[in-house]
């Protein structure tokens, strides 16, 4: 089992940035793939950005440029840096991780099995 919880969301205004935090607990294994969603009202949850234990990441189109992922291990957390933020990122953001095994690293949510309870990011403009 893999606890979850991020933090710092926080309503901020369009071209302001906000730094999330996702703390990890409760893990045996390092999970070789770790992820950020974010759910928007009536829409699903779509897929942020991935970072895998070798640092690899990806982002989804939407926010690439802007946004950075990144781990620190001796903390066990996991980072999501946001900047010249858009209304249209507005939604509830998540972190999750894959189970151990998992070696395939995508923005779907089914390759990950453990979620946070979720941050709120509303963005004025």
């Known amino acids: 089992q893999v606890q979850l919880v991020e933090s710092g969301g926080g309503s901020v205004q369009a071209g302001g940035s906000l730094r999330l935090s996702c703390a990890a607990s409760?893990?045996?294994?390092?999970?070789?793939?770790m992820g950020w969603f974010r759910q928007a009202p009536g829409r699903e949850r779509e897929g942020v950005a991935y970072i895998t234990s070798y640092t690899t990441r990806s982002y989804a189109s939407s926010v690439k440029g802007r946004f950075t992922i990144s781990q620190d291990n001796a903390k066990n957390t996991l980072y999501l840096e946001m900047n010249s933020l858009k209304p249209e990122d507005t939604a509830m953001y998540y972190c999750?991780?894959?189970?151990?095994?998992?070696?395939?690293?995508?923005?779907?949510?089914?390759?990950?099995?453990?979620w946070g309870q979720g941050t709120q990011v509303p963005v004025s403009s």
């Open positions: 409760g893990n045996t294994y390092r999970p070789y793939c």
């Open positions: 999750a991780a894959a189970i151990q095994g998992v070696y395939h690293c995508s923005l779907s949510t089914s390759v990950f099995a453990y």
